[in-house]
């Protein structure tokens, strides 16, 4: 076998729990498609890990995760996972060939509900310049979370959303206070070439980004039932979807890994 645990994802769940697989001298190996981080680099603020009073960006969070991930040479393959089939053991297909595993960790996250539109962003992340106007389509944490960090890089941002807000009342005060920030509400009629036709209005903007919504990418692990198999983080949490409930998720893999290995204990993580 390639080693004894093989997780997919390198966010706050796969890192934790590669980082207490290491401290049980159990091997693992995280494939990540992307950087080390995962989704959270997205975020504007971290605020709830309870370890920075004053909250903590997205990017410096990812950065503390590359630090944890150097300091216990944790192996990392920079590849997409395109399978898992589960069988006597675990194997694991990339472009680069196939990985062989004893238990899994999924900490593969989510992925955007889509708009059926061409032109539309889903990550704040995939904008790397200043702009003049940006529009949010969403309602929810994510949408006002992409708004605060929107606003430092664009003269005006739009938040169309087509329900009363969803977001947590801290963040809506927040984005409240962010001059540059407009809220409207509406829905979506049509978008084309940058310009969104609403039923408050049109509108043309540099960079539209759709936020309504995740579901859980798990399509690519067979039988996620399978006892050798653990899910982790924000792929199992519905709408708990929460940095500190990832790692601690990542945490509790490990350590029922490690009671297997140790005591023939049965699993515990559903």
Same mark, same amino acid.
């Given at each position: ?14 890192? /934790?729990? /590669?980082? &207490?697989? $290491? ?58 996972? &395109? ?46 310049? &200043? ?15 992409? /708004? ?17 807000? $969803? ?27 940058? #310009? ?7 509108? $043309? ?15 690519? #692990? ?12 924000? #792929? ?35």
């Amino acid at each position: 076998m390639d080693a004894k645990v093989g997780i997919i994802g390198a966010g706050p769940a796969g890192v /934790a729990a /590669a980082v &207490q697989l $290491k401290r049980f001298d159990i091997s693992s190996t995280i494939f990540e498609k992307d950087r080390i981080g995962g989704l959270i680099r997205n975020a504007h603020r971290v605020d709830n890990t309870m370890l920075f009073p004053n909250g903590i960006s997205g990017k410096n969070f990812a950065a503390l995760l590359e630090e944890y991930v150097k300091k216990y040479r944790i192996s990392v393959v920079h590849r997409e996972v &395109q399978s898992a089939r589960v069988r006597d053991s675990i194997i694991l297909t990339t472009d680069i060939g196939e990985f062989e595993f004893e238990y899994l960790v999924v900490a593969t996250g989510t992925r955007p509900n889509r708009l059926p539109y061409p032109g539309v962003h889903y990550h704040i992340t995939e904008l790397d310049s &200043q702009y003049d106007s940006i529009m949010i389509i969403g309602g929810g944490d994510i949408a006002l979370d992409y /708004a605060l960090s929107a606003a430092q890089i664009a003269s005006e941002v739009i938040v169309l959303h087509r329900s009363e807000l $969803k977001a947590l009342p801290a963040l809506q005060e927040e984005v409240g206070n962010e001059r540059k920030i407009r809220l409207l509400r509406g829905a979506v009629l049509d978008i084309a070439e940058n #310009v969104v036709r609403t039923t408050c209005g049109a509108f $043309k903007v540099d960079k539209i980004i759709g936020a309504i919504g995740r579901v859980p990418n798990v399509e690519i #692990v067979e039988r996620i039932t399978h006892p050798n198999v653990f899910l982790a983080g924000d #792929v199992k949490n519905g709408i708990y979807r929460q940095s500190s409930l990832a790692i601690a998720d990542g945490i509790r893999a490990a350590m029922d890994i490690w009671r297997r290995e140790r005591y023939g204990a049965p699993a515990g993580n559903r």
